[in-house]
């Protein structure tokens, strides 16, 4: 149990009642910033404005103006992968939280605290009301003020100005009170062009674990002389009502999935190569033990994998932690399928609990493991699946679909082949992505030492 002593003056001037705010690591942060030996200002004090996007609903075009949310920032970054648009005349009236170069975007629910810098390729956008528009004044180099607010000092100070609700929100206006060390204007160049550049190394070994990632469907459909890509599916087609299936009146689903026409007898459906394993656990029976629980969130969608597993009490065990998995079986997430949330059990996570969020697939003894999960990862799997599953806000398919998802298959020599390549190939590509994270944190370490003033640049 933790605890502190503060005087009542001091809870009554900041109006907060929670402990967090009094922790002494935070208090720890605010002396070390005091202490840098740097001029020390409060965010409100280098800034000419600080707001947050529209409140309400936005209606999202197919195209127009860029429309940034939570889902965009990254550390430094602005990825625009996943984007929305308004209609021109909307950003026209939403003048208070219009971008331009220079300004510094805050992540404000969620993963708090995320700071990255508009640069001049963006174009005209705006953000909604779950991002924060930071204007630094001319003297202050904006990519150093989002360098520091993605630093420890600055992430421990964002999270003190949450709300502590279930989901923790920053009320904006206490970002003002942020306390930001400012070395002279020549160092905040020098750090942000030194971490430009180790953001860019950083970029180039993703980009290249990427292309690696990419080459395995290549290699796949290579090795197995299919090119599914090349197969042009007709879109216009008559159903007559009695044919419609499970009563789905929705074309994607009718038209059915013809890519593997051509090849028809290299194919078959997963229910041919793979069992649904069905051993459950009731955690709840078991209070007092802890339980390994790999959750949907647990999965590494890239490299297909679980990256970790967390240790929950049988007591505090959530209701979906039924399944038991074993090394070497497959599972498949049925919300949201086309993310990819599919990975194979290692050998040290036999016998732990998943959620039933998951198929667990098994594969049969003329299958090989590490191939089956290779196939289901494929864009022709995933695109099947998206094919199938219902809803739209949250998209989920059914176990009966997925054990109908057509698959490449081969005999046991080239299955061999084909998974001792790709495992290489994903193994290349995860060593180049960790080498690329801890190259950028020890440069952003470094970076936080000069910031502080333990490190002179």
Known sequence: MSSTVVRFKDISSFNRWDFEYFDPEYTHVINQIKNSGWDVQSLGNIVTNLTDGQHGYLEHLPEGVLLLRTTNIFENE????????????????????????????????????IAAVVDDSLGEANINQNLVKITPKPEINPTYLALFLNSTSGRIQTARTASKSVVPIINYARLKDILVPLPPRSIQDSIADSMGDVYKSRNEKLATADSLLRRVEVHIYEALEMSPERVKEEKLFIKQISDLNAGRFDVAYNMGFHKFDPYSDRVVPIKSVATVAKETKDPSSEPDKVFKYIDISNINVLLGEVEKVTDVLGADAPSRARQVVHTEDIIVSTVRPTRGAIAMIPREMDGCICSTGFVVLRAKDEVIPAYLHTVLRLSTTLEQFARRATGSSYPAILEDDIKETLIPYADEKVQDRIAIEVTGLRIQAKRLRKEAEVFVNAAKANIERIILGEEKK
């Open 78 to 113: 602005i990825n625009l992968d996943d984007t929305r648009y308004i209609a021109p005349q909307v950003h026209a009236k939403l003048k208070r939280s219009q971008l331009k170069p220079g300004d510094v975007l805050l992540t404000t629910i969620g993963s708090i605290g």
